[in-house]
T-cell receptor, first 114, second 115 residues
């Protein structure tokens, strides 16, 4: 079945550091890929998405590129802020009938220190 | 507030008791999902509805779990004869349309503690 693997956490960085959170997936066909974020005390919310190979999703300074050849969707940001502290989840949406749901990775807790 | 709302936000119960959670989706959304999240893990799919029809249930969902969505509006998730392993955050999400969207709107969750 479909699965998502995220890098082990937690991750602690200083403000303005470069961020990479790795995500790889296993799926039938070519799923849509997502990053969701959960800020402290809030519900999960969509951060960015990519629906086909080589697409780049971006939002709030974060970017991720859909790499079919490496089955990856790594999240990056050039200069993190304290307000980026949250838990980040990589997820995929299956593209075949009967699998119309999000499958999530285990999440990566990010803490940014001033 | 027009987001997804869940009630109650917290529930503490004794093992063996029944509990029910309610989810009110965004009004124009026709799909509603239930997920379960335990500490340090990602959300795990439980079931989903399109309008009032329950289209898929996870194999992980035991017979003690039942979900309904009468009239395609709000949904309830009931857990009968709770066990300590049921302690988790229960998340509800909704979306409009469906095939291939993946853009779900989540509520803040209902946290269950089974003593």
């Amino acid at each position: 079945g479909d699965s998502v693997t995220q890098m082990e956490g937690p991750v602690t960085l200083s403000e303005e550091a470069f961020l990479t959170i790795n995500c790889t997936y296993t799926a039938t066909g070519y799923p849509s890929l997502f990053w969701y974020v959960q800020y402290p005390g809030e519900g999960l919310q969509l951060l960015l998405k990519a629906t086909k190979a080589d697409d780049k999703g971006s939002n709030k300074g974060f970017e991720a590129t859909y790499r079919k050849e490496t089955t990856s969707f790594h999240l990056e940001k050039g200069s993190v802020q304290v307000s980026d502290s949250a838990v980040y989840f990589c997820a995929l949406w299956g593209v075949y009938f009967g699998n119309e749901k999000l499958t999530f990775g285990t999440g990566t807790r990010l803490t940014i220190i001033p | 507030d027009t987001g997804v709302s869940q009630d109650p936000r917290h529930k503490i119960t004794k093992r063996g008791q029944n509990v029910t959670f309610r989810c009110d989706p965004i009004s124009e959304h026709n799909r509603l999902y239930w997920y379960r999240q335990t500490l340090g893990q990602g959300p795990e799919f439980l079931t989903y509805f399109q309008n009032e029809a329950q289209l898929e249930k996870s194999r992980l969902l035991s017979d003690r779990f039942s979900a309904e969505r009468p009239k395609g509006s709000f949904s309830t998730l009931e857990i009968q004869r709770t066990e300590q392993g049921d302690s988790a955050m229960y998340l509800c999400a909704s979306s409009f349309g469906g095939y291939g969207t993946g853009e779900l709107f989540f509520g803040e969750g209902s946290r269950l503690t089974v003593l």
